[in-house]
Each structure stands twice: as C-alpha cells, then as structure tokens.
C-alpha cells in the first residue's frame, strides 16, 4: 500500500526545473541588445522571451520564423531591438495617457470608499475636508 507520504516524499526527491529564469541565472538564455535583455522563457515557433530595461520586467516579445512582434502592436519587426523598442514606447505612452486622463477623487468620492482601500495621502485630505452645510440635512 502507497501512502499519501511516501507519495510525496518520492515527488520531492525528483529534480523540480525551474520555469521562469531571472536575468541573473546562470542557467538563463539571455540576449543582451541595447540598453534591453531578452531572457528566453520557451516555444518553438513563436520563441518567447521576457524583456527587461535596467531591473524591471517591461513585457514579452515574440521570435518568428522571419520576423519578431510584440504583442501590443500588429507591427512585424525585423530586429529583436526594434519590438523591444515598440515595446517600450507603448508602455511609456500608455502610462502617459493613463496619467494624463486620471483625475483625483473629490472628498465626496474618498468618503465612499473602503476605510481599508485609502492612501495616506488621501486620509490627509479626508482629515482637511469640510463638508459645505448646504449638503447637510437634518433628521
């Protein structure tokens, strides 16, 4: 009779192979290409590779046959660099837009919600806030 610990015990002692290499692993498939690092993560045809700028994780490109994409444009690139690049340009106008149409909540907005869900920063305008005393009614 097998049991649940013996089951485990063999599972534990089977080399278990890492997924998602970091950059810095020496067992990591890694293409240097200007100012970014391709760290391959697999697949055949498309080959998929993880992209970093400095020490941050920007997104994924993809290796075709005769040419490399991005997966944020439908743009077919030549080089690895240039869907890096596209890559990285979407990002940078994306957070861009993001920021550019985020407005700030107003104290009445902060009021509803979760305690918990507030920044410090938006505690310190809750703690200013004045409620005008044309909103109050009386019951």
Known sequence: ?????SLQTAQL?????KILLPP??????????????????GGACPRNYRVYKAHSMI??????????SNGVD???YAKPV?????L???LNVARIVTTATEQPLTEDELLDKEFDALTSDEWERL?????QAKHLVAV
């Open 24 to 41: 810095t692993d020496p067992n990591a498939e890694v293409m240097e290409i200007s100012g970014y690092k391709l760290v391959y993560v």
């Open 127 to 131: 703690k200013r806030y004045v409620p």
């Open 59 to 68: 997104g994924v490109i993809f290796q075709h046959i005769n040419h490399w």
């Open 1 to 5: 009779m097998i049991s649940p610990f």
């Open 88 to 90: 990285d340009e979407f």
């Open 74 to 76: 439908s743009l077919r």
């Open 13 to 17: 002692d089977e080399p278990t192979e």
């Open 82 to 86: 240039d869907a890096a690049v596209g």
